[in-house]
Every structure is written in C-alpha cells, then in structure tokens.
C-alpha cells in the first residue's frame, strides 16, 4: 500500500510554529498539511474535509490536546491522532493515552531531526490505521461475497448470473466499469447488454485477443496496472489505464477497468476469484439443471417427484401415461392413479425406497377409467429441503399383455398334449377294436360303433381347434348390441324346444364373432344341461352395474363346489360331452381381458356372468334409435 498523499490536520496555538512543522514535513515525504490555530477552527476543518491524520499541541489556551483529541473521536474513532507538545510530563503522556491517542511526542529545538521523528511516527500511525481499515475493507467484502451466493441460488438463467455477477462487483467490490464476457459463435460478447453502467462494449471480439482472451485461454486471473504497458492488453478505451480479469470457471471471464493506473491489488483479485467462483457454480447448476430438465421432459418415461400424497414435480409424459393435466396431477392424490388392490402393495415398497431404489409393477387407472400396467422406479431423494421420492414410470402394459398370451399358449398347448394322450386315444381305440370285430365276424354293429368312436375324435378336434383359435389376444374390437349377437347365436344352436329371453340389451366393445361363440356355447351347455324334457328357458341380459352381461336358464344349475372346475377343458358331467364348451367361453372372456365366473340364476338354474367387459357411450340411446329404426 503506497503511503504518501498523507492529508494531516496540525493544530498549534503558534502559528509560526505550525508553519514550520508543514514546511519541514512537507520536504520529508508526501504530506498535505492544514494548519489551525484553535480549537474551534480545527473542529471546523474536521467537519468540513477528511484527515489521514490528526497532529495536535497540548496547550491551546482555553481547551487542551485532549478536549481535540475527544471531539475528534465523537467525528472519527479510526483516524489516528499524534499529541504533540512541548509540555511533556509523564502525567500528560499517560492522560493522552488514556484518551486513545495514538501517540505521544514531545517538541524539541525546532531542528530537523525532531520533524522526522514526527513524520516517521505519522507515517507509522497512518499505515497501521490503513492497514486495519484494508483489513476490516477486506473482511466486510467477504462477508457481502458471501451473502450474495443465495442471490446466485435463486437465478435461473446464465442471464440472470451474469446481472448479479456484475452488480455485486458494483456494489461489494466498488468496480465502476465491469462486465462479463461470454464465448459465443467463436467469439466474446458482454453480458448483461441492458446494463446501466457507465462503460459497456458494443462490439464482440476474438476468444484469444487482449487480457480476456489470455485469462479464458489460461484459467488464470491477470491484474494490469499499465495496459499502456502491456503488450498483450488491447483496450477498448483511450482512458482505460489498469484492469482485471478473473476466469469464470471455464464458462466466461469478469473483466473490470480504471482510468487510474495500479486501481486494483491483490485483494481485489483475491475478491474477484471469489465473486467468480460463485457466478461459476451458479452457471455449472443452471447447466445442469437445464440438461436435466432436457432429459426429464424427453424421456419415454413418465418422471415424478412426490411428497405424501401430492406431487411435486410431473413430466409431460405422466400426463400421457395417465391422461391428465399436469395441473390437474399436482392438485389430486396421487394414490387415487394407483389400482385400488395394488395401492397398499405401492405404498409399501415405497417406504422399502428409504434403503435405496425399489423397482415393482402396478396398475394405474387412466383418467378415462381405462387400466395400464406400469413398472414403477422409486428412490428416496431430498427435494426443496425436505425429503421426498422420486419415480420413473413406464408403460408395460403390451408386454403383460404379451406375457398373458404366451401364458394362454403354454396352457392351451398342454391341454392338446393332454387332448391327444389321453382324449382323442379312447375313441381311436375303441374305432380301430371295433374296425377288427368288424373284419372278423362281419357285424356291421361294430362298424357302428366305430363311427360313433370317430363321430366323438371329430367333436373332439373340433372343440381343441376352437380352443386354440378363440384364445387369441382381442386387437381392434368393435361396438356390438348384446341383442344381435344373442339372437344370431340362438338361430345357429340346436335349441330343440327351449325357449329363449332377451331381459335387458347392452351396448359393449367386442370382436363379434367370438362373442357370437361364446354365447353359442352358454346356449349349448344350458340345453345340455337343463331339464329332460328339453323345456329349459335361457335368459340373456345386462349386469345391473352395466358392467358386463349374464345367460341364464332355468334347469338344475351346477353345484356351488363344481362352479371354478366347469371352465376347465375336459370337465364334464355329460357322457357325450367334450368338456371344452365352458373351457372356450373362458378362453374367449380372457382374449377381450374379461371376467368371466358361474353362479346361480333367480330360477335356481344356471348363471354365467361376464364381467369388465368396456360399455360404448350412450348405450341406451343408440339401442333405442336402433328399435325406432326397426
């Protein structure tokens, strides 16, 4: 720190005397001496211009150095005051110091050794008093540094960082002209352009010209106290004579200048590195986050951030998955998208996430009522201070769908296996036994039989060949009328004299052929089954919570024990039954994803309920236009 510029106020009752002291001090090193002869004009002079350092006599007439030495410490307890006096006593010295002079020198002859003296001890005095002032300078410049990173946590823009970057070098660092320079298309731009500052580049310029360009090639820091003297500088001004440039991490570089050389120092560097350091790790989040934020909104996957029941934070794609806004998502419970017999699964094994990820699949429920399967992703995270957890969501529905297929396809292969072991084996051979009868004694009652046992072979293929076609996953179904399809059904079965009801009508998304079947078979199996007469009544209707639809007759019924067993292929309890007419009604409810179960009906007969199956909209009123059409 330079030490000369030393403006020192000198109060002395002689004025000859203080005339002196300026003159010698004066010769001695850079001192700016004001001279006053009393107490009221050194108070004047104190209120009206700043001193480095006050030099005062004792005796001044009505007041004493030390009534000085008061008002001046009720103005500036900082500046440094020197008690300077020809009335030297040990009492005085040690009243001066009490007081919190700054020292204590007696006058001698008047010669030049005792004007050093004072000029060293001023000199001293003055740089200390620099020197804690720098040091406190430095230590509120830090604590303000610091106090300005929330001001970096709270931007979300490189923007943004580049404004506070700037003014907190206005205001902590007491830069004038300051500004950020940003690499773009090859070249350096100044950030923020709307900033109000005294000086601002209009034009960019090349990444490796001046001070800037080394110091972002470097990553080093630079201080120039003559950029007439540099040869590398190339300022933007005639009147730029010092600078400073700090790399912004590797992103940019913070550049101030002065119309004075040797404006900036060490600490102003040190102080620079700081502010940058902040500005730095505020543009590596924004980065990071705006990447992240890139990935999140892009991904396949659904993203979600929750907290409780509500969430925090959506994706676009949860709002695909689950056919909501996202303003809607953030407003609802979250649980009420989980399928109501998954929900407890869900919550459960997100609470096992507190222990690091946890991967599981659920069912959601679509905003339109429709279900999805979903692999869920779930850890543990820590959001806005609190803890949370986070998911990914992925739609798999396609790939259980898959896997049911294929589960189908296992099951429909082992009953053929089954089928042609055990099945298609007893008529073969009773046909091929009775075919050597036949030969044998030419009775054509064995040729009879034989017929008969290759009659049950071909109900029997019949039947597995319709297993296996009616197990296919339904793909693009249809609406259909329940009444149609049940009075084509009828037309086609041989219902001898049973009767048939339609009770209620439903309007339902199916493929129409296999509905057609599987209601042919619930006709077969209650014709089969029902009274021995033949007069049975089958009843075809809606389900009241319009879920579905039901047949019913009113014969003997099936044992409650028996009701899970008849869709099984090859349950019968008809001796020229296959087995297989309730088995393909189950294969068929399957293929469109629905429930299908036996029950019994009001008559005491039979009851085959098929449920989940989806409704087409206005059911009623298009059922009703179509019967005003007829």
């Not at 943004?160 to 320079?181: M, N």
């Not at 099951?411 to 042609?420: K, W």
């Amino acid at each position: 720190m330079n030490q000369g510029g030393i403006r020192v106020l000198h109060v002395d009752d002689d004025e000859r005397f203080g005339a002196l002291a300026a003159s010698f001090l004066g010769r001695l090193g850079s001192f700016d001496v004001t001279t006053r002869t009393g107490y009221e004009s050194a108070m004047t002079a104190v209120d009206e211009e700043s001193f480095d350092c006050v030099v005062c006599d004792y005796d001044l007439g009505a007041y004493d150095g030390l009534d000085v030495l008061d008002a001046v410490r009720e103005r500036d307890p900082e500046v440094p005051f020197v008690l300077f006096t020809a009335k030297g006593s040990e009492q005085v010295a040690s009243d001066a110091i009490a007081a919190d002079a700054t020292d204590y020198l007696q006058k001698g002859s008047g010669g030049r050794s005792q004007f050093e003296l004072l000029a060293n001890r001023v000199e001293s005095a003055v740089g200390e008093a620099r020197t804690r002032e720098r040091l406190r300078s430095n230590r509120r410049r830090v604590r303000h540094l610091h106090e300005v990173a929330p001001e970096f946590a709270q931007c979300t823009s490189a923007a943004a960082v580049h404004r506070t970057t700037v003014s907190a070098a206005e205001r902590i660092l007491d830069f004038e002209w300051v500004f950020v320079a940003v690499p773009v298309d090859g070249q350096f731009e100044s950030r923020p352009r709307e900033h109000e500052g005294a000086f601002m580049l209009e034009e960019p310029f090349a990444l490796d010209e001046g001070i800037v360009g080394e110091t972002f090639q470097s990553g080093e820091p630079h201080v120039v106290d003559d950029l007439r003297a540099e040869p590398l500088a190339t300022p933007a001004d005639d009147q730029f004579r010092s600078g400073l440039s700090v790399p912004v991490g590797e992103q940019a570089v913070l550049q101030a200048v002065s119309d004075r050389t040797g404006a900036f120092d060490e600490y102003d560097r040190e102080h620079a590195e700081l502010l940058a350091s902040h500005a730095a790790a505020a543009l590596s989040r924004i980065e990071s986050e705006q990447l992240y934020r890139t990935l999140v909104e892009q991904s396949h996957d659904g993203i979600y951030v929750y907290q409780g029941s509500s969430f925090q934070f959506v994706n676009d794609r949860v709002a695909e998955l689950t056919g909501y806004a996202k303003a809607d998502l953030y407003e609802m419970d979250l649980w009420s998208l989980v399928h109501e017999d998954d929900r407890e699964n869900v919550k459960e094994s997100a609470r096992g996430a507190e222990d690091g990820p946890v991967v599981r699949e659920a069912r959601i429920v679509r905003k339109d009522g429709t279900v999805r399967h979903m692999a869920l992703s779930t850890a543990q995270i820590t959001y806005d201070g609190e803890p949370a957890f986070m998911g990914a969501a992925r739609d798999v529905t396609e790939r259980k769908r898959h896997e049911r297929q294929l589960e189908r396809t296992n099951e429909r292969l082992e009953q053929f296996a089954s089928v042609v072991s055990h099945d298609l084996k007893n008529p073969l051979a009773v046909a091929e036994g009775n075919l050597e009868m036949a030969r044998e004694t030419g009775d054509d009652e064995h040729l009879e039989s034989a017929s008969e046992a290759l009659d049950r072979m071909s109900t029997l293929v019949t039947d597995v060949l319709a297993l296996a076609r009616e197990g296919s996953t339904v793909v693009d179904p249809d609406g259909v009328f329940l009444s149609s399809v049940a009075s084509a059904a009828w037309t086609v079965v041989d219902t001898g004299d049973a009767s048939f009801v339609l009770d209620d009508d439903a309007h339902v998304r199916a493929d129409e052929n296999r509905l057609k079947r599987l209601l042919e078979n619930c006709f077969r199996n209650a014709v089969e089954h029902g009274t021995a007469d033949g007069s049975v009544t089958v009843t075809v209707g809606a389900l009241e919570d319009e879920t579905g639809f039901y047949v019913a007759d009113d014969g003997p019924g099936i044992p409650e024990g028996e009701r899970e067993a008849v869709f099984e292929s090859g349950v019968t309890n008809s001796p020229d039954g296959t087995g297989f007419g309730l088995a393909i009604v189950a294969e068929i409810a399957d293929a469109h994803e629905w429930r299908v179960g036996a029950t019994e009906s009001e008559d005491g007969g039979a009851r085959i309920e098929v449920a989940d199956v989806e409704p087409v909209a206005d059911a009623r009123a298009d059922a009703d236009a179509v019967a005003d059409d007829a």
